[in-house]
Each structure stands twice: as structure tokens, then as C-alpha cells.
């Protein structure tokens, strides 16, 4: 358990405002009794170490698990949920992968959170025929494999979901989009967004800032000079704060349209951004925004508040919660007697069509494709008196990347 | 003072060169936008730079947890500036945690190093760096937060580009330490004790130096310098601990520059790099690689001060 | 009590042979993952260890030096059909040159100044890595494509992890008879004299240009060929494992364990990669981890001097000596 100083502060604002009355979960089978049959082992990785935490949605994947252990299991057998962290460390992710894979031999992979793990571990899981239902991917290896799945969008749908919002409802004729310049990250998603804006006759370029620079001036005023009359911030919270305090030192706020895909939408950005940006900064939201409710939204925070009640109430915390409910969902329509079979399993994942839920815009489904992006449509909220507002509702993507998901879609007749 | 006129001289004529290269056939305003704000971020390359060599000079050790304490000064500054107190007394704070830090390291761990090899002594505090950004990042959890000052709020424009007060507080602060210290080398007991340490250390304790004192002070000067430039790091660059106990690298660029001794000479190093990693935007080729700009300024430098040297001796550091 | 004449080349080919035979059977997957990366970095820090031992000469980029290697090992990998072997061997060489070149600088410096051109160096790979990351298939010279990484060739003799981790212990082995080969000739006897008095090894014929040029050109050689191995491991390299910082620390590590000896070097990587995974494996928080570590690298920079080994071996000759003693 970690005590952080902010931790405190954050939980007590939770209890305040979520404590009146203790709402009832709704976990697997329903049925209020322990579940006390043999464990079924699942994996779950996540990265948190100096850079930054990705905890969230493991935590919440976890919270779920036992949630579910608590009301009946899988037909009475519990889910060992066993989590590993990589701390940003490629080696240490591979080290991960192989302790629950070949030690522990787990069943599955869910929740997954993480920056490194997703590219190192691609090839790995699919070797293994395990399929890995991650919850936090940030980089391309995550969303173009044929064994991992993620409920999270990742930069590149979320900056292709910003771009588009700010095309048609706020006119922006030339968009200028920063991001990181590691190959598999900025230069991918920044890269659909520019696609995007030729396949609608208009201008995009990309800005790409190195991670270890400490000049976010520069890149601003590189950005200025493409002539944008949009500059989208695809970056990481604390880059991306950064950059837009830069922004304000020039004056910038008003002399140009500013979005962001999913990263800025965090509890703490709006107090960090200051009220020069209220009413100026666009941001797409992956899934749906916390406050929607409906009733995957109000289990999904009446489960944290009684099996996790210190885990963060964020996107990835959705994201996990969700993961972990569609992996719940298959095992609980499968063969009980093929419940230690990783392949049966792998095959029950890949046959998940059309699951929804209220957390998310659009339908969650798998599918036998090298290439998995069930999420392709989100929210869009803007900054707005030390909060957020949202400004439309539900919308999907459309861009040239999105093609060969369309496609799949279509063959699996979601579309 | 002739050498810092040559370097003066090259360090212009470069960037003038590379300005005229790169931005061939682009508005003159924009270059000038990026000449400003390259010299942001050179004083603070200059400014770490400062702290590392006033340290090095005095007690030989180069302090690689320059970058963690600053950090820790920030984080805390912060910290405090959340828990509603009076600003200036949790900058102050913050000041005070650097000094203590760095006074605690050095008198309490430095002197069991006092006999080892600089290297080793500059290994060491690595071992105090991952301590203090270990636990920094314990107490602080990675969420997205801003450091602010009062002098961000006002600006005045130069060659196009807002300037906030804030950086030109962190250009002043690093010209007047260059200059102060500099002063208090040449006019004062403990700048002529100071330079005799540099000089050679088994004969000034001989001739009753009090190093101790001398160290001391180095170590507390420097630890303010460190909190200083953590804060100023914290509000202009990012408030990551993880970001900023690394930026160490580049700042010892800016002390190579200096070959470790002329303040001057750092101040005018630190600068050059901020200047030419800036301009370096203009380029296609190597904008993405523009923070390498410190290193390779750092390795030509060391290559120019060795020019015609072909042998090394025992002790010729 | 009669003492065996235990020599510790002898202590360390039993070592060895006694880690290739067991660790493969004994270990799962997570720790065979483990040793692999530990016998990568134990070729990188072998490299460093004996410069600085025997020349007094600070390589504070061996990680880096181990990313190039890996990189060239990929790129080869994806771009041609070459064998591992050849690839490893390539890049190994390739390493080496550039540690020559880096020995440029060094032909005129020493000590701290030499280690911070050293720095430079591993910071301007680190920010090169970043931008360009690592070849995994993709198009173009840089070779990264945005799809799951392409197959990574193993050798012909190690495709699985077990048959690798030997492979990797092998080619320890080869390092450190290469290092010790080297010291016993020629170029052993002229940096001993290099390291006294470069005037008097000049004096004496030595071609001290050519010397401390080729014992970086070693310590890189070494270096690329732990970056390859690496490479092969995990099919793909990240660049956040090559950063300037890892290579200080495989430096201080270095210290730590002890450079004059193969044992010190060995404890190095074993601090390096080893520990971390223990500490994560019970659980302990990668923060509070990085604070024990630190507080430990201090710890045993200031009571070891001559590193961990140096304390093990002193110990082991007093005992061998009251033994004597007794007889």
C-alpha cells in the first residue's frame, strides 16, 4: 500500500463526495456466495516506476476479480489474479511475461498498463497462443497484433477522434499535431491524423518533440511557423502541461484552436492548466467521461469503492474495470471443463462479438485479425471552471487508418 | 580574460553561421524567435553548470545528484506552496532543503570518499541521486502538475518572442553568480583558500588551509545553486523529478565548457548550447536529435582544449 | 590441513561450467530471462572493469557502446539472412570501431575528463536512440515499422531460452579468456607500462597510440557483442534500457563489485540485473527499490574499495593462510 502525500488529500475528497451510500455491485454469477472451487490463474502487467504510473487499470481489473470471487466465482472456481510490474524497464517486461506465462502458466492476460510491455511481449504472446485483453496500450504494437486487444484507444485513435471534432464542429482548416518523436508513438498517431486531414482536403503536420528535451519553446514555435490555425497535443500530462504553459507565456490561447487527445483528461489537469485555458482546450476522451453514469458506470465505481476504495478513478481505471468484465463475461459462457485450457480460452476471447456497455461509445468485439482496435469512438469534453464539460456526446472516427477495422467489422457483421 | 574573448568570438561566430545555414531562406523574425529561446534554456544549462564547477573547484567532487536535489527542492516548494503557505516561505524552503541536502551529503558521506579518484567520487553520488529521486518520486505520485512563479504572469517581448520575467530572472541570476563568485574568489580569505584547493589540495592543507570550512561552504553554496536551479527547472522546463534529475547531463556539458574551473566560460557554454539546440529546429535532418546539441558542443570543446597534446601524465587531469 | 592450489582462473572455469550445466535445469522461465540479460552485461562490464583496471582509462558508456551493438545486430537481422553468428560478429566489430574512435579523445586525456567525454557520448546515444529507436522489420534504414516486430534469428545451436542462457554463459567464458589472453602478451605487458608512465613506455618502443586505441577497441568489442546477445533475447531492444544514466551505473557497479577480477565483474552484473529482479519479485515498490539501491551503491562504494571481490578474495587468502598456518 502506498502513502502518498497526494494520495491522502485525493482520498479524502473521494470519500466526500462518493460516501453518502454505499452502492451495490454487480459482479459475474450474482450469487453472494465465496467462490472456493480450484483458482483459475490470470495475468495482468502494468508499469509504474519514476517516469509514471500505470497501475490504474490493473487495480481495477483486480478490484473486479475479487469482486466476482465474492459472488460465485467462474461456476464456483475463483480467478487468481496475478500482476507483475515491468517499471518501464523493456527487460523487466519480458522478464513479466515469462514468469506468468511459462512459471505460472496463466490462462490469460487482462488489464494489462503500459508503455514498454505491449511492443516487447507482442510476438511472445502470440507464440504462446495467449491472448492479452489490455487495458492501458500507448504504443502501435498494442493495436496491429493478432494476439493483444485493448479497450483503450491509444494516441492514435483518440488524436485522429480530436482532430475530427475540431474539423467539424469548430471549422479548423489546418491542424498542426506534437508529439513524441519515438517512432511507434508520435510519429504514428500524429502521422493518422495527417492522413486524415488530406482524405478531407485539408492541411495537417506533425511536430515531434524528443522526450528528453527540456526546450518545449521551440517546439511551440515550430508548430506556430506551419501555418496551423489548430495546434492538437499528443503528448504525455507532463509534457503536455508544459507545453501549454509555454502556449500561455506567448499569448497563444486565443490566437489559435487548441485539443488533446485522452492524456489531459486527469483529475489534476485543470488545476495544473491554470484558468488561462477554461473554455479553450478540447480534449477527446477515450471512453466515456467518469460523471455519465448509466449503470456499467455507477457498478464500475460502487465495485472500486468497496474492493479498492484507495485505487484512482480514471480512464485506465474504466478501461481495466471493463477489460476485466468482457473476460468475465466469455468465461462465464464457456465449457466450465475447458476452464484451464489456454487455447479454448484464447479462442473464446477471440470469438467475443458486439459486448457494449454504457462506459463505452461503441461495441467491444475480437475476432481472428492481426490487427485489434474495437474502441474507435469517444467523447469530447473541454476544460471548463476547474472541471470538465462535454461538448459531444459519443462520435466515431472515420480516417484512411481505420479501413482493414471497418472491414473486419464488416466481415463479423457489427457494420 | 583573453580567453574568454576568443571563446566569446567562436561561440558567436558559430551560432551566427549556424543561423545564417539553417535559416536560409526563412524570415529573419523567426530565427530571432528561436535565438531567444535557446537562451532561455542555455542559463539554465548554465546555471547547473554554475553550481557543478563553483563544487568541483573547491572539493573535487562532480555532483551528479546536482539534478536529484534540485528536484527534491522543487517537489517540496510545491508541496508547500499546496499546503497554502506563503509562497516566498516555501521557495525559501525549497532553497533550504538544497543547501541541506547537499551539506548533509557532503559532510557527512564526502569525506569517507576524501582519498578516491574524482571518478569515483562523481560515481558515488550517483549512489545519493537514485536515494533522493527514489524517494521523490515515493512521495509524489506522477500527476500532472505546474510550479508557479509571480514573475510568469508579466513579459516583455524580444526580437518578436514574450520573454517572461522569470527567464530573464534565471539569465540575471546566472551572470550575477558568475560575476559575484568571481569577485569573491579574487577579493576575499575564503576565494583565495578556494582557489588554493583547486590548485592543490596536499599543499594547502600543508600551509594550514582549513579545508573543512572551505568544503563546507563550497557544498552549501552549490546546494543553493542546485535548489535554485530545480525550482527555476520545475517552472520553465517540467515538474517531473524523473526529468529533472537527469537534465545533470547536459548542465555538466555546460561545466565541461567551463573545463570544469572558468565560470565565465560555462555561463558563455551553457548559453551556446541552449542557443544551438534551439536553432537546430530549423533543421529537418536533426530536429528530432536536437537535444544531442549539449554533448556534441561538450566533446568538440574537450578536443579543442587538448589540441597538440599527445601524451598524459600521472595527476595531468 | 593441506590447501588445494586453487587459482581463481581455476575457480572461475568451475564456476562457470557449474552455472552452465545447473542454471538452465533449475531455473523458470522468468529467471532464465534474468541470467540471460546478467551474462549480457556481465561481457559489457567485463569491458569496462579491465580498462579502468589495468589502464585506469573510464568508460561511462558501455551501455550505450551495448546498444549500438544491438542495434547493428538487428538491423542486420531484418535486412539481411545472415546468420546470428555473423550478425553478432558484425556488430561486435562495428562496436569496436566506434570505441576506437572514441580512444581519439582518449589518447590525450585521462581520468575525469576522459570519463566525462565518455558521458557525452552515451548522451548523445541515449537521444539518438530515443528518436530512432530500434529496427524491428520495418522500411528504410532505420527499420521501424509501426506492426509487431519481425522474427529474430537465434543461433542454430540455442533456440530455446535454456540452450540460449548457455550460449550467452559460453560466450562470457570467451570474453574473460580474451581479456586474460590479452594480458598475458604483448599488449598486456605494454599497458602495464602505459599505465606507470606513458613517457617511459614511449622511451621504451611501446606504440602507445596503437595500445590504448585497440584496449578500447576491446572494451567496445566486448560491449557490441553483450548488445547483440541482448538483442537476441528478447527479439527487440527498447532504447529506455541503453540511457546514460545505466551506463554510469554499470560503472559504479563495476567499482562496487571489484574491476581488478572476473569475480568483481561477474557480482557487477549480478548487482545489475539480478537484484532489481528480486527486489521486484518480492514486491517491494520500484521507488522505495531505487532508494535501498542507491543508499547500497554508496554503502559499498565507501567500505569496499577494492570492490566486494577484492574483500571476498582477501578474505579467502587470510583463511587460506591461518590454514597454513595450523599445518
Redesign the interface.
Known amino acids: 500500500m502506498k502513502t502518498k502525500l497526494t494520495a491522502i488529500g485525493l482520498g479524502l475528497a473521494m470519500s466526500a463526495t462518493a460516501g453518502i451510500a454505499q452502492a451495490a455491485t454487480s459482479c459475474g454469477m450474482n450469487s453472494g456466495e465465496a467462490a472456493t472451487g480450484k483458482p483459475i490463474l490470470v495475468g495482468g502487467i502494468h508499469g509504474n516506476a519514476a517516469p509514471g504510473d500505470f497501475s490504474a487499470s490493473t487495480q481495477a481489473a483486480a478490484a473486479y476479480f475479487k469482486c466476482v470471487n465474492a459472488n460465485g466465482g467462474i461456476n464456483g472456481r475463483p480467478i487468481e489474479y496475478l500482476v507483475e510490474n515491468d517499471q518501464w524497464n523493456p527487460e523487466l517486461a519480458a522478464q513479466a511475461a515469462a514468469k506468468l506465462i511459462d512459471d505460472k502458466k496463466v490462462v490469460a492476460i487482462v488489464g494489462n498498463g503500459s508503455f514498454v510491455e505491449m511492443a516487447v511481449n507482442a510476438n511472445f504472446y502470440k507464440d504462446n497462443d495467449i491472448m492479452a485483453m489490455a487495458s492501458g496500450c500507448a504504443v502501435s504494437e498494442c493495436f496491429e497484433s493478432p494476439s493483444i486487444v485493448s479497450t483503450n484507444q491509444g494516441p492514435l485513435a483518440s488524436t485522429v477522434g480530436a482532430a475530427q471534432y475540431m474539423v467539424e464542429d469548430q471549422g479548423s482548416k489546418n491542424i498542426s499535431c506534437i508529439g513524441l518523436a519515438i517512432p511507434n508513438v508520435g510519429p504514428w498517431s500524429c502521422g493518422a491524423m495527417e492522413d486524415y486531414m488530406t482524405s478531407k482536403g485539408l492541411t495537417g503536420s506533425s511536430v515531434l518533440l524528443n522526450p528528453a528535451s527540456p526546450d518545449v519553446n521551440s517546439g511551440l514555435l515550430e508548430s506556430v511557423a506551419s501555418g496551423a490555425d489548430t495546434i492538437l497535443v499528443n503528448l504525455p500530462a507532463g509534457l503536455a502541461i508544459a507545453f501549454m504553459k509555454a502556449a500561455e507565456e506567448q499569448g497563444f490561447g486565443d490566437a489559435y484552436k487548441w485539443a488533446s487527445s485522452t492524456p489531459l483528461y486527469d483529475r489534476t489537469v485543470p488545476a495544473a492548466l491554470g484558468s488561462y485555458w477554461d473554455g479553450k482546450m478540447f480534449i477527446n476522451v477515450e471512453l466515456t467521461p467518469w460523471d455519465k453514469g448509466g449503470p456499467d458506470a455507477s457498478n464500475w465505481l460502487a465495485v472500486l469503492d468497496q474492493y479498492a476504495p484507495d485505487a484512482p478513478r480514471d480512464t485506465f481505471s474504466q478501461s481495466g474495470f471493463l477489460s476485466a468484465n468482457f473476460f468475465v463475461k466469455t468465461l462465464l459462457a464457456m465449457d466450465p471443463a475447458k476452464l484451464d485450457d489456454r487455447s479454448a480460452i484464447s479462442a473464446a476471447i477471440r470469438g467475443i462479438v458486439g459486448y457494449t456497455s454504457d462506459l463505452m461509445c461503441g461495441p467491444y468485439y475480437v475476432g481472428e485479425a492481426d490487427r485489434h482496435m474495437p474502441n474507435h469512438a469517444g467523447t469530447v469534453v473541454v476544460v471548463k471552471n476547474g472541471g470538465f464539460e462535454t461538448v459531444r456526446d459519443c462520435y466515431e472516427y472515420d480516417s484512411p487508418y481505420f479501413a482493414p477495422i471497418f472491414a473486419n467489422e464488416a466481415a463479423l457483421k457489427l457494420r | 580574460m583573453r580567453e574568454f574573448a576568443v571563446a566569446l568570438v567562436i561561440c558567436l561566430g558559430g551560432i551566427a553561421a549556424l543561423a545564417l545555414f539553417l535559416g536560409m531562406g526563412k524570415p529573419v523574425a523567426v530565427i530571432g524567435l528561436f535565438l531567444v529561446s535557446g537562451l532561455a534554456v542555455g542559463s539554465l544549462y548554465a546555471l547547473g553548470g554554475i553550481g557543478l564547477v563553483v563544487l568541483y573547484r573547491a572539493t573535487g567532487v562532480l555532483n551528479l545528484s546536482a539534478g536529484a536535489i534540485g528536484a527534491a527542492s522543487v517537489m517540496s516548494a510545491w508541496q508547500l506552496v499546496e499546503w497554502q503557505l506563503p509562497a516566498p516561505i516555501a521557495w525559501l524552503a525549497g532553497l533550504l532543503l538544497g543547501l541541506v541536502l547537499s551539506l548533509g551529503f557532503g559532510r557527512m558521506v564526502a569525506p569517507h570518499l576524501a582519498w578516491r579518484e574524482p571518478v569515483v567520487k562523481a560515481v558515488a553520488t550517483l549512489g545519493f541521486a537514485l536515494v533522493l529521486l527514489g524517494l521523490v518520486s515515493f512521495l509524489w505520485s506522477d500527476d500532472p502538475r505546474r510550479f508557479s512563479l509571480p514573475t510568469d504572469r508579466s513579459s516583455i517581448p524580444i526580437l518578436g518572442l514574450r520573454v517572461t520575467l522569470t527567464r530573464l530572472l534565471v539569465v540575471a541570476v546566472a551572470i550575477g553568480l558568475v560575476v559575484a563568485i568571481s569577485q569573491l574568489l579574487l577579493h576575499t580569505r575564503i576565494g583565495l583558500q578556494m582557489r588554493a584547493l583547486a590548485n592543490n589540495r596536499r599543499i594547502s592543507s600543508m600551509i594550514g588551509v582549513p579545508i573543512l570550512r572551505v568544503e563546507t561552504i563550497a557544498w552549501g553554496v552549490s546546494g543553493v545553486i542546485f535548489g535554485f536551479t530545480g525550482l527555476m527547472f520545475g517552472n520553465l522546463v517540467r515538474l517531473e523529478p524523473n526529468v529533472i534529475t537527469f537534465l545533470v547531463i547536459p548542465c555538466i556539458a555546460a561545466a565541461i565548457c567551463g573545463r570544469l574551473q572558468s565560470l565565465p566560460l560555462v555561463l558563455l557554454g551553457g548559453l551556446a548550447m541552449g542557443v544551438v539546440e534551439s536553432l537546430l529546429t530549423l533543421s529537418d535532418t536533426f530536429k528530432a536529435v536536437r537535444p544531442m546539441a549539449p554533448y556534441v558542443i561538450a566533446i568538440l570543446v574537450l578536443l579543442m582544449m587538448n589540441r597538440g597534446r599527445l601524451l598524459t601524465f600521472q595527476g595531468g587531469d | 590441513m593441506p590447501t588445494l592450489p586453487l587459482r581463481s582462473w581455476q575457480v572461475g572455469f568451475f564456476l562457470a561450467a557449474l552455472l552452465f550445466l545447473l542454471l538452465p535445469v533449475v531455473l523458470?522461465?522468468?529467471w532464465?530471462?534474468?541470467f540471460t540479460?546478467t551474462a549480457c552485461f556481465t561481457l559489457a562490464a567485463a569491458g569496462a572493469g579491465f580498462i579502468y583496471a589495468r589502464l585506469g582509462m573510464?568508460s561511462l558508456t558501455q551501455v550505450g557502446l551495448m546498444g549500438l551493438g544491438g542495434w547493428i545486430t538487428l538491423r542486420l537481422n531484418h535486412s539481411t539472412a545472415l546468420p546470428f553468428e555473423a550478425n553478432l560478429a558484425i556488430a561486435a566489430i562495428g562496436t569496436a570501431v566506434l570505441g576506437m574512435a572514441l580512444a581519439?579523445?582518449a589518447?590525450?586525456?585521462?581520468?575525469?575528463?576522459l570519463?566525462?567525454?565518455t558521458?557525452?557520448?552515451a548522451?548523445?546515444l541515449?537521444?539518438?536512440f530515443?528518436?530512432?529507436?530500434f529496427p524491428n522489420g520495418g522500411a528504410g534504414f532505420?527499420g521501424?515499422g509501426?506492426?509487431?516486430?519481425a522474427?529474430m534469428r537465434r543461433p542454430a545451436l540455442a533456440k530455446t531460452?535454456a540452450a540460449y542462457l548457455r550460449y550467452c554463459i559460453l560466450l562470457v567464458v570467451i570474453g574473460f579468456v580474451l581479456i586474460e589472453w590479452h594480458l598475458r602478451a604483448k599488449p598486456g605487458r605494454a599497458w602495464a607500462l602505459i599505465r606507470r608512465?606513458?613517457?617511459a613506455a614511449?622511451a621504451s618502443g611501446v606504440n602507445?597510440t596503437l595500445y590504448k586505441t585497440w584496449a578500447f577497441g576491446l572494451s567496445g568489442l566486448l560491449a557490441g557483442l553483450g548488445g547483440g546477445l541482448?538483442a537476441g533475447s528478447?527479439?527487440?531492444?527498447?532504447?529506455?534500457?541503453f540511457?546514460?544514466?545505466e551506463s554510469?551505473?554499470l560503472?559504479?557497479l563495476v567499482?562496487v563489485g571489484g574491476a581488478r577480477s572476473w569475480l568483481g565483474i561477474v557480482l557487477a552484473a549480478v548487482l545489475f540485473?539480478v537484484a532489481?529482479?528480486l527486489l521486484?519479485n518480492w514486491g517491494v515498490?520500484?521507488?522505495?527499490?531505487?532508494?535501498?539501491?542507491?543508499?547500497?551503491?554508496?554503502h559499498a562504494?565507501?567500505t569496499a574499495?577494492e570492490g566486494i571481490a577484492g574483500q571476498i578474495i582477501g578474505l579467502l587468502s587470510r583463511l587460506r593462510r591461518r590454514n597454513r598456518g595450523q599445518a
Open positions: 523458470g522461465g522468468q532464465m530471462r534474468i540479460s573510464v581519439l579523445p589518447l590525450r586525456m585521462r581520468g575525469l575528463y570519463a566525462l567525454v558521458l557525452m557520448v548522451g548523445g541515449e537521444i539518438l530515443t528518436a530512432y529507436q532505420w521501424v509501426t506492426s509487431f516486430a522474427e531460452d608512465s606513458e613517457a614511449l602507445v541482448l528478447l527479439g527487440l531492444l527498447d532504447a529506455s534500457t540511457r546514460a544514466s554510469v551505473l560503472f559504479a567499482i540485473r532489481p529482479g521486484n515498490d520500484a521507488d522505495l527499490a531505487l532508494v535501498f539501491f542507491g543508499a547500497a551503491l554508496l562504494v565507501i574499495p
